[in-house]
């Protein structure tokens, strides 16, 4: 079984700052993937970034980065410079590789940027 | 269009009524995702379709609940006798089917339904 936590239900940052999100999961997979999306107020789910558990190198994707550490079963979202826009729910979530199976997904943490 | 569709966008029914939500995935894709979302929580799996393989139901909360997925392309997912705890917002997401499981999956903007 696959769990994700998301401990923070709500976080604010000021605009232009850098925000961490966290997630820690637990699962039996020796192999597995995390991925994060964001869900803003008009409801889409927004796919930001991936990280594999044998991936050596933390991912990064333009103003999103993954502080993966796999010892501590965490995969935190950082997210520098912090825009209006980025105001939304973030979600964590995970699957085992080798199959397309379905997503495990943690309850969101929801951001909110201040001007 | 590119991304995944769903039909409708909204729908507001009268308890035990069925309804039936559509979606139609990214052409070329071969897994299909139905999640469920209530109000504040995460996503919760309900059922998925990888190609031409039984789907898996395991996430399926009644036997009220249904799906099929018709030549491998749109799928319907069928609420019989709806009740109000069934009131959510249905997500269908569609991902291609390279192997490795790295594959994100892409989200439809979800059917709302709202039981009366």
């Known amino acids: 079984a696959q769990k994700i936590t998301q401990t923070q239900p709500g976080m604010f940052v000021q605009e232009k700052e850098a925000v961490t999100l966290d997630c820690t999961y637990d699962t039996s997979d020796p192999s597995y993937g995390l991925f994060w999306y964001k869900q803003p107020s008009s409801g889409e789910m927004i796919f930001l970034i991936y990280q594999g558990s044998y991936d050596q190198q933390n991912a990064t994707e333009g103003r999103y980065s993954l502080n993966f550490q796999k010892a501590r079963k965490s995969a935190n979202l950082v997210i520098s410079a912090s825009q209006l826009g980025d105001s939304a729910m973030y979600f964590c979530a995970m699957r085992g590789l080798g199959r397309n199976t379905p997503l495990v997904f943690g309850k969101g943490t929801r951001l909110s940027v201040i001007a | 269009g590119a991304g995944v569709s769903q039909s409708p966008s909204n729908k507001v029914t009268e308890k035990g009524k069925d309804v039936e939500l559509r979606c139609d995935p990214i052409s070329g894709h071969t897994a299909l995702y139905w999640y469920r979302q209530s109000l504040g929580q995460g996503l919760e799996f309900l059922i998925y379709?990888?190609?031409?393989?039984?789907?898996?139901k395991s996430g399926l909360p009644s036997d009220r609940f249904s799906a099929e997925r018709t030549g491998g392309s749109v799928s319907t997912l069928t609420i019989q006798r709806t009740q109000q705890e069934d009131s959510a917002v249905y997500l269908c997401a569609s991902s291609s089917s390279v192997a490795g499981g790295n594959q994100p999956q892409h989200f439809g903007d979800g059917t709302r339904l709202s039981i009366l």
């Open positions: 379709f990888q190609g031409n393989s039984a789907p898996d």
